[in-house]
């Protein structure tokens, strides 16, 4: 899985928390598909995000998990935003 991070940066990270934390191959997984390496390079507390990755502590807020924005994905359009029938 690691293999096809085009990224050397990105795979080396992964490669190295995985070893420290101790995480499976399904976790490993699983913070590749969360966007770990994203959701540190965007943040300005990357301690506390690497906290609730390594289950150090738990998120105090939905912000820590996932930002739509950090991951890529688009913000939900308000009511006024959308197109009209």
């Known amino acids: 899985m690691l293999i096809r991070i085009p990224?050397?940066?990105?795979r080396e990270f992964y490669?190295?928390?995985?070893a420290r934390s101790g995480w499976?191959?399904?976790e490993t997984?699983?913070?590749?598909?969360?966007?770990?390496?994203?959701r540190l390079?965007?943040?300005s507390d990357k301690e506390s995000v690497l906290a609730v990755a390594r289950r150090e502590r738990?998120?105090?807020r939905p912000g820590e998990i996932i930002k739509a924005d950090d991951a890529g994905v688009p913000r939900p359009q308000t009511a006024g935003g959308l197109l009209r029938a």
């Open 58 to 60: 738990l998120p105090e």
């Open 24 to 26: 499976s191959g399904k």
């Open 7 to 10: 990224e050397p940066d990105k």
């Open 15 to 18: 490669e190295l928390e995985s």
């Open 29 to 38: 997984e699983r913070q590749i598909n969360a966007a770990l390496y994203e």
């Open 41 to 43: 390079v965007l943040s």
